[in-house]
């Protein structure tokens, strides 16, 4: 059992999906930067496209993202998006190099499914066509709620092999809390079209910390999702930060569980999903032993990139659309947020990056340090930061959760669920504007 330790969750941490985190991109890195690190990579190179439309927006989300219908008007808006998109698409792959060579390809919103299915397969052909990939792994998020059967066939013929449902809660008084209305059956029936399609590796996003969930409410969504065989479990907390996320204003804050409750329901996800013979994956990911994601966890290769744990081993990740972020060794780099600009800029056969941050070598010798801890739970520090994170470690060393082992820190098993925050001891930059960040649990 995890012991609670309020001092040591108070201060907000972010998610280290990337380090530097996007809170520090500025217009430093921008268009120039981006097409100077374009040129430069070899290897492998995954690919991951922004959607940013759904048919539905939920009340929680902070994804960047805006409501739109296939027909009128909203169907000129995304059609527009997609003629933009493969513009950027024969932009990055005219300066990539044929020593770049393209493994993975990732689909996220918003909703994919956000665009027709024959938008879909659109950008698949110009994306295999462009960047001469045979085969790649493709990825999909996918809501449920929107998932028409045109998909299904789709999905087989393109050869998505991995997807994510946005299920969060099955309790439907909590669904019309976050708005978000999906009843079970149709979770069901997604879940047996993409069986059927050829999906082998599903992942359930699930959430705790919702406005006036119970411990019964989640035990009931883990039991759903395990009988309905989800390969992998993304189990995280609701971030309540309406002061960034205008729509949340819309969820009842007062009815939303306290930091202790929100700690058990955490605590107990992980012990349901463990005993149902899940792999524990970082904090807050779960999947089954046979997964690619458990299979990296147990070899000691699983990665975090913006997409959270990965086994995907690439050193760079190009982003394409609205939004998206390009991670390279020394370059971090993000597109035009706005939809309306990044159009425009595309019509001039301009990349689109306008922030982001050079990594130097301390930025990747500390990014280094705090991925190790989140994925493999330990982590070879140098002496000159053991001199500078020590101390600020103590009180977790003296709470049981961390620990000096020879020049490597290692998190213990109690120590889970305080990953994030004994990370960010490493981070200097995290001594400004934590008022940014949600709580680590």
Not at 62 to 85: E, F, I, K, Q, W
Not at 345 to 359: H, V
Not at 375 to 394: M, T
């Amino acid at each position: 059992m995890w012991t609670y330790h309020p001092e040591l969750l108070a201060v907000p941490v972010p998610r280290y999906t990337s380090f530097p985190t996007a809170a520090e991109f500025g217009e430093g890195a921008g268009a120039a930067e981006l097409g100077a690190a374009l040129e430069g990579a070899t290897g492998e190179v995954s690919l991951y496209a922004h959607i940013p439309f759904c048919e539905k927006i939920c009340w929680y989300c902070g994804c960047n993202t805006s409501a739109v219908h296939r027909t009128g008007r909203g169907s000129a808006r995304v059609a527009s998006y997609l003629d933009a998109l493969h513009r950027e698409i024969d932009l990055v792959a005219e300066r990539l190099p044929g020593a770049a060579r393209v493994r993975r390809i990732a689909f996220g919103g918003g909703s994919p499914n956000g665009i027709s299915a024959i938008d879909f397969v659109r950008l698949v052909d110009a994306l295999t066509l462009k960047f001469a990939t045979s085969c790649p792994v493709i990825s999909i998020e996918l809501d449920p709620r929107t998932l028409g059967q045109d998909w299904g066939a789709v999905i087989r013929t393109v050869g998505v092999e991995r997807a994510s449902l946005g299920v969060q809660t099955f309790a439907p008084a909590l669904q019309q809390a976050i708005g978000r209305i999906q009843p079970a059956a149709m979770i069901e029936d997604a879940t047996a079209m993409l069986r059927a399609a050829g999906v082998r590796s599903l992942n359930f996003d699930l959430m705790y910390g919702l406005p006036g969930q119970s411990l019964h409410d989640l035990e009931d969504s883990l039991r759903r999702t395990v009988a309905l065989g989800a390969d992998r479990v993304a189990l995280f907390g609701y971030a309540h930060v309406p002061h960034l996320i205008a729509r949340q204003r819309r969820i009842d804050a007062a009815a939303l569980p306290d930091a202790a409750a929100r700690f058990a329901m955490a605590a107990f996800g992980h012990a349901f999903l463990v005993g149902e013979g899940y792999v524990q994956v970082g904090f807050d990911h779960f999947a089954r032993p046979g997964d690619p994601l458990a299979q990296a966890t147990l070899s000691g290769h699983l990665r975090r990139n913006f997409q959270g744990f990965t086994d995907d081993t690439a050193p760079v990740l190009v982003g394409l659309g609205a939004s998206a972020i390009s991670s390279f060794p020394a370059l971090l780099a993000q597109n035009e947020k706005n939809t309306g600009r990044y159009r425009m800029m595309l019509s001039q056969e301009r990349l689109t990056a306008t922030r982001g941050i050079g990594r130097s070598a301390e930025d990747r010798r500390r990014g280094a340090v705090i991925e190790a801890l989140l994925c493999q739970g330990r982590a070879a520090v140098d002496a000159d930061l053991q001199a500078e994170a020590w101390p600020l470690l103590l009180p977790y060393c003296d709470a049981g959760l961390c620990e000096a082992d020879g020049n490597d820190l290692v998190i213990r098993p109690a120590g889970l669920p305080y990953a994030r925050s004994i990370a960010a001891r490493f981070d200097p930059y995290r001594r400004q504007a934590l008022h940014r960040f949600s709580s680590a649990v």
